[in-house]
């Protein structure tokens, strides 16, 4: 299933649910999920990546919701991690720590050491001082830690500067020079396991060219380095297959996806792992509004919703695309179009969602439902203006659960104190 807008803009219902009633009960601004997409995401890949050996690995900090993971663990879903506090949300969820791995360029001690505990199946290491320090870990604890060296291919991943990762310039990954050398001298780290590559060029990838050259770089590299008669047992391809945010993009499918996957990578006969975030649960969630007021200003007509770039940061940091559908209300006909500036209440020019967006004219108190909210949505919501983290829900068959309650003013504002004890350190 996908969310079709223009039925939402006529009936205001989402999975059966009926959104205006739903923010009667639950309040905005609030995240509204349907498990029934991201399943049918994850099983379509699945699907598309069926003959090959591979394990999908879903990046939690796309969304690291409780319920998403633990849907996606009954699936099978691996994860990708990348702090300790993601390992917890992985593992409290159900998913096997053997399915987990641990990216990133900066991990602590304590964050390896937590993984190694629990049993993670792989690292992928980015740094010479990282692959030491998993080392004398791995040689503290008395195990052997299975690493794969993060490759940066130097490819343009052609998408947002800040979220592309796989050029030389950017601080993810080693050259294959160099993690050649790793490998050539694997003896030096006797309790790492070094058998397996990893990359990840960047994230919302609408074109797979940049796929093809950095999978055909790696592929090179894999055949290189077991002519040299090195072990070999996981390629991890990474995630960054993009969702189409606005009318016109093209979006790989998940079949093409794969085809290139298996294009380069068909020949190998350990295990390939991919890392998909945005793609499974981007167009399963919708964040819900409310307009508080519409606005006059000399030059431009601003549309304040109760959302804002603290609930969704994407528009902010990034100029991220998001259709904005407001939802019908009782007994009004069909609207003008007029231009807004959708924004949100928080005091920084940046609190805008869209400019001169065309929208049928809005009233206050009306809900507007911002779409494809499902990735990097809850998950970069923080509480600046001292605004509390809005509430998550599950929509499916006309019902509803809350995955997420409202944060509280209290819960907000839990740990901070007075000064009351000055103490050295
Ligand atoms: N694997 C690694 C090592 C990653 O760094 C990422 C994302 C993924 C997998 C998942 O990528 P995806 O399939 O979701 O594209 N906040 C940004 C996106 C940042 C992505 C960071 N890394 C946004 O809202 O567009």
Partial sequence: PMLDSEMLARDGVFEGVDLTALAAVEGTPLYVYSPAMIRTRYRALRHALAGLDAGICYAVK???????????????????IVSGGELQRALRAGIAAERIVFSGV??????????????????????????ETLQSVAR???????????????????????ISTGRAENKFGVSIGEARSWFAS??????????????????????????????????????????????????????????????????PSAEEYAAAIRHALGWFEGRILV??????????????????????????????????????????????????????????????????????????????????????????GQLVAILASGAYGASMASNYNSRPLPAEVFVDAGRYAVVRRRQTLDEMLAGEQSTADWTSP
């Avoid at 900066?106 to 692959?131: D, I, P, T």
Wanted: with cysteine; aromatic share 4%; hydrophobic share 45%.
């Fill in 62 to 80: 796309a969304n690291g919701n409780r319920a998403v993971l633990e849907l996606l663990a009954a699936e099978g879903s691996g994860a990708d």
């Fill in 106 to 131: 900066g991990k602590s001690v304590a964050e390896v050491e937590a993984a190694l505990a629990a049993g993670v199946g792989r690292f992928n290491l980015e740094s010479l001082a990282e692959l």
């Fill in 140 to 162: 503290r604890r008395g195990t052997v830690a299975r690493a794969s060296a993060r490759i940066n291919p130097d490819v343009d991943a052609l998408t947002h500067a800040k």
């Fill in 186 to 251: 694997a003896q030096r780290w006797p309790d790492v396991r070094l058998d397996g590559l990893h990359m990840h060029i960047g994230s919302q990838l609408l074109s797979l060219e940049p796929m093809h050259e950095a999978l055909a770089r790696m592929a090179d590299f894999a055949r290189t380095l077991l002519a040299a008669g090195s072990e070999l047992a996981c390629i991890d391809v990474g995630g960054g297959l993009g969702v189409r945010y606005r009318e016109g993009e093209k979006a």
């Fill in 275 to 364: 890392e998909p975030g945005r793609w499974l649960v981007a167009e399963a969630g919708l964040l819900l509004s409310r307009v508080l007021l519409e606005k006059q200003g000399d030059t431009r007509r601003f549309l304040v919703l109760d959302a804002a770039m603290n609930d969704l940061l994407r528009p902010s940091l990034y100029d991220a695309w998001h259709d904005i559908v407001p939802l019908p209300v009782d007994g009004s006909g069909p609207q003008e179009r007029v231009a807004y500036d959708v924004v949100g209440p928080v005091c920084e020019t940046g609190d805008t969602f869209a400019t001169a967006r065309q929208l049928p004219r809005c009233q206050a």
